[in-house]
Structures are given as structure tokens and as C-alpha cells.
């Protein structure tokens, strides 16, 4: 690391210090290497809430230093952060971790979210989480908005005895919530490009009456939010009602952890499936929403899931 980088992060640090009366450990630099990776260097301002409960805000010194040698001083890096900490004590992630040890105040708040296995296992340790093949199905609590964006945060395995609950029926608690947070809904292509306001078909109402297809295209299956929508297929009742809709055990087709494809058994080779998969992961799903190359079946007469 360069002198001047160097010396940068170290007046930073002390500045900070000194500014937020923070006691040494709460400060510290972590290279990006270092355990876990990021993907750039960061100060980790550590503040202590309770007992075994953090808030940390972390700075890019990076991007910082290359503002402060293109002519921001000190002092007004130090205002700039000040101000982000001030917005952070005040915003409505910051007053729901300090709930985090009640279950009771939490539990509503509980959802799951899907990651793929091998590529995250770094970031599983300690969570809490089913695997369904390479699939994580992994419990969060949304933690709020936070500059006009959605917060969340991963459980980790020792808050279950910090709230003396049993990790089954926690986790099926955050099951029932994330179908009620965002509920299931199926999208019909012609649709969702000519209408913006298009907000899925409501096929879990027993009113539904429309026909799921059957042809090469499929059923595109994500929730009523479209964000980390391939977890619809893993929330309660949805496959078997899915299983009935379509007429029998179905192929699933995650191109992303926003949606699934819904193919019918009798109609689909999960031989090519599998190969219109590779093919959307290389050319349009982005990195960060990768979730899986396999293809999987669920077995309408047996409720299970296999994968290819």
C-alpha cells in the first residue's frame, strides 16, 4: 500500500475517533482480502447496541481517498461521514436492530430469501438455512428502508437461543411471511411487455380459472414484488397448486433469484431446459442474481424436489 494511501486511512481513523468519541476497537481498517473478501478496502465503524448486536456503517477509503486527491479536504470528509452516521441513527433500520433479541417484535419481519450454495458458503456459515439441491433457502429479517432502498439482514444460528425458539418453527414463521409479503404470481410475457402496471396473475385464489401452458415457453413464476421472486415456488401450497394447474409434476427453470420457468413434465426435455439455462446465465442474468444451473422437478404425486 502506497505512503499517501497509507497515511490517508490513518488520519481518517483518527479523525473519526476523535469526532465520534468511539473507543479504538470500534474503528478499524479491513484490507479487501482479508477474511471475508469485499470487493474494496473498508473502514468498519463497529456501534454497540446490545449485547452481542452491532450497527456498522463501512467506507469505501478507496473511493475516499480518491476524492481527497482530487481536492476534498479532511474536514469536509469528516463532515460528509458525520452527516451519514447522523442518518443512520435515525433511520428505521437502525431502530428495528435494536429489536433484533425479541423474537416477538422480530417475528413479523422474518422472511427467506434464496442463494446458491457453493457460491455463498463463505457467507452461509452460521445462518440459518434449508437446502433444497444447490439451493439455500436462508432466513432474513427485513430491516427497514434506508435511502429509499429495502434493508435486510441474515439470522445467524445463536439468536435462536437468544430467543428460545426452535428453529423449525421459526424458520417455517419466515415461510408463511414471505408469502404474505409478497405473494406468488404468474406472468404472462405478452402482458408484462405491453403493460407496465401489470401485476401477475393471482393463480393461488381458487377463482383462478386460467390455464397454465404447456408449450416450450412455460410459465414465468416470480411474487407480486418481482424481487427475489424464485422463492414463490418453495412457499407453502404453491407447488402443489402449481402440480394441479399444470396437470402433474413440472421442471423448474431458475434463470435468476427473481423468477422461475414452470414447465409442464409431459411436455419438456430437461435436457434442453438445461441447456436454454447456461445459455440465459452467460448471456443475461447478472452475477448477483445467479442462483442455480441445474434444472428441477417436482414430483406432483410424492410433493418432492429432484434436481438435474
Excluded at 148 to 177: P, R
Excluded at 251 to 273: C, G, N, Q, W
Aim: glycine content about 6%.
Amino acid at each position: 500500500m502506497e505512503n499517501g494511501y497509507e497515511n490517508f486511512v490513518d488520519t481518517l481513523r483518527q479523525s473519526l475517533l476523535k469526532e465520534t468519541s468511539y473507543e479504538e476497537e470500534m474503528i478499524c481498517y479491513k484490507k479487501a482480502e482479508e477474511y471475508p473478501p469485499t470487493s474494496g478496502d473498508r473502514l468498519l465503524l463497529k456501534n454497540r447496541q446490545k449485547e452481542g448486536v452491532y450497527e456498522v456503517c463501512a467506507l469505501y477509503v478507496r473511493d475516499l481517498y480518491d476524492e481527497f486527491q482530487n481536492g476534498w479536504s479532511m474536514e469536509n470528509i469528516i463532515q460528509e461521514i458525520m452527516k451519514r452516521l447522523d442518518t443512520l441513527a435515525r433511520s428505521e433500520c437502525f431502530e428495528k436492530s435494536k429489536n433484533l433479541d425479541s423474537y416477538e417484535k422480530v417475528k413479523g419481519d422474518l422472511f427467506i430469501r434464496l442463494m446458491n450454495v457453493v457460491k455463498y458458503r463463505d457467507e452461509l456459515k452460521n445462518a440459518i438455512f434449508r437446502t433444497v439441491g444447490d439451493i439455500a433457502l436462508v432466513l432474513y429479517a427485513r430491516m427497514g428502508e434506508l435511502d429509499g432502498c429495502s434493508t435486510s439482514i441474515k439470522i445467524k444460528k445463536h439468536m435462536l437461543q437468544k430467543w428460545e425458539q426452535d428453529e423449525q418453527s421459526v424458520f417455517n414463521e419466515a415461510l408463511l411471511n414471505t408469502y404474505f409479503i409478497s405473494p406468488p404470481r404468474i406472468y404472462c410475457w405478452e402482458k408484462l411487455l405491453y403493460n407496465l402496471d401489470y401485476e401477475g396473475e393471482n393463480f393461488m385464489n381458487l377463482l383462478f380459472d386460467m390455464s397454465l401452458k404447456k408449450d416450450a415457453i412455460g410459465n414465468c413464476l416470480s411474487t407480486s414484488v418481482r424481487t427475489n421472486g424464485a422463492v414463490a415456488v418453495f412457499l407453502p401450497g404453491v407447488a402443489q397448486r402449481l402440480g394441479k394447474l399444470i396437470g402433474g409434476s413440472f421442471y423448474m427453470v431458475f434463470t435468476s433469484i427473481h423468477e422461475v420457468m414452470i414447465h409442464s413434465e409431459d411436455s419438456a426435455d430437461p435436457r434442453k431446459l438445461k441447456e436454454v439455462l447456461a445459455e440465459t446465465v452467460e448471456e443475461t442474468t447478472p452475477e448477483e442474481d445467479f442462483l442455480t444451473y441445474y434444472v428441477y422437478h417436482y414430483n406432483a404425486e410424492t410433493g418432492q424436489f429432484s434436481y438435474y
